[in-house]
């Protein structure tokens, strides 16, 4: 996706079905990743998986990656966002910690998780790639489409991401709209003509 379209607008377009999960944050408030998954599954506390996952994953991939439940060290730290970024690599979003911050808000390469913490991770015990895993309450796929910024993360299966990006595109143009009714001075509950949801009685003793 060449255009930054927020996960809001796509949520919009989507309704309230969409796969969304707003307890993972950037790093950065102005992180912003969009592309196709690469899943890992690390052993809690444990980042061999993830070494493994970022020296395999191709060019445009984005690193999705379950922690095992646990945020009690980093699975993530600067040296992985310059390999990553070097490699040409989109984002990591991380179900877990991640550290480093003002490095991380330095290098600019799109770092997402749970928290924050000092403790590095071990490098021991092996996990999975590229099978499906759970981040919150939403799944993800191999090669499902994700999009991540400031509001969260929101997951769509690949073969409809050219609709939700069709609709996501509807909702921009309607909010463009909206926002030029609102430089000439319109109300909101006008421009969307909600009078007509008002309770008729309401209506009567304004």
Same mark, same amino acid.
């Given at each position: 996706?060449?255009?930054?379209?927020?996960?809001?607008?796509?949520?919009?377009?989507?309704?309230?079905? %969409?796969?969304?999960?707003?307890?993972?944050?950037?790093?950065?408030?102005?992180? +912003?990743? %969009?592309?196709?998954?690469?899943?890992?599954?690390? $052993?809690?506390?444990?980042?061999?998986?993830?070494? @493994? /996952?970022? @020296?395999?994953? *191709?060019?445009? @991939? $984005?690193? !999705?990656?379950?922690?095992?439940?646990? %945020?009690?060290?980093?699975?993530?730290?600067?040296?992985?966002?310059?390999?990553?970024?070097?490699?040409?690599?989109?984002?990591?979003?991380?179900?877990?910690?991640?550290?480093?911050?003002?490095?991380?808000?330095?290098?600019? +390469?799109?770092?997402?998780?749970?928290?924050?913490?000092?403790?590095? /991770?071990?490098?021991?015990? +092996?996990?999975?790639?590229?099978?499906?895993?759970?981040?919150?309450?939403?799944?993800?796929?191999?090669?499902?489409? $994700?999009?991540? =910024?400031?509001?969260?993360?929101? !997951?769509?299966?690949? =073969?409809?991401?050219? =609709?939700?990006?069709?609709?996501?595109?509807? !909702?921009?143009?309607?909010?463009? @709209?909206?926002?030029?009714?609102?430089?000439?001075?319109?109300?909101?509950?006008?421009?969307? *003509?909600?009078?007509?949801?008002?309770?008729?009685?309401?209506?009567?003793?304004?």
């Amino acid at each position: 996706m060449t255009e930054k379209i927020s996960i809001c607008q796509v949520a919009d377009a989507l309704g309230p079905t %969409c796969r969304l999960e707003t307890g993972i944050a950037p790093v950065h408030p102005h992180f +912003y990743t %969009c592309g196709p998954v690469v899943t890992v599954s690390c $052993v809690p506390n444990d980042n061999l998986t993830l070494h @493994h /996952a970022l @020296h395999l994953a *191709e060019p445009g @991939h $984005v690193l !999705v990656v379950s922690g095992g439940g646990s %945020c009690d060290a980093a699975l993530w730290g600067e040296l992985m966002s310059l390999a990553a970024s070097k490699r040409g690599l989109r984002g990591t979003i991380i179900d877990g910690a991640a550290r480093d911050f003002w490095e991380l808000k330095e290098c600019a +390469y799109p770092v997402f998780a749970r928290k924050l913490t000092a403790r590095r /991770a071990s490098k021991d015990k +092996y996990g999975t790639i590229n099978r499906d895993i759970r981040i919150g309450q939403t799944s993800v796929r191999p090669g499902d489409i $994700v999009i991540a =910024d400031a509001n969260g993360m929101l !997951v769509i299966a690949a =073969d409809q991401f050219e =609709d939700a990006l069709r609709l996501a595109r509807e !909702v921009v143009a309607k909010e463009a @709209h909206i926002k030029h009714e609102i430089a000439r001075g319109r109300t909101i509950f006008d421009i969307l *003509e909600l009078e007509k949801h008002v309770p008729q009685e309401t209506q009567q003793t304004r």
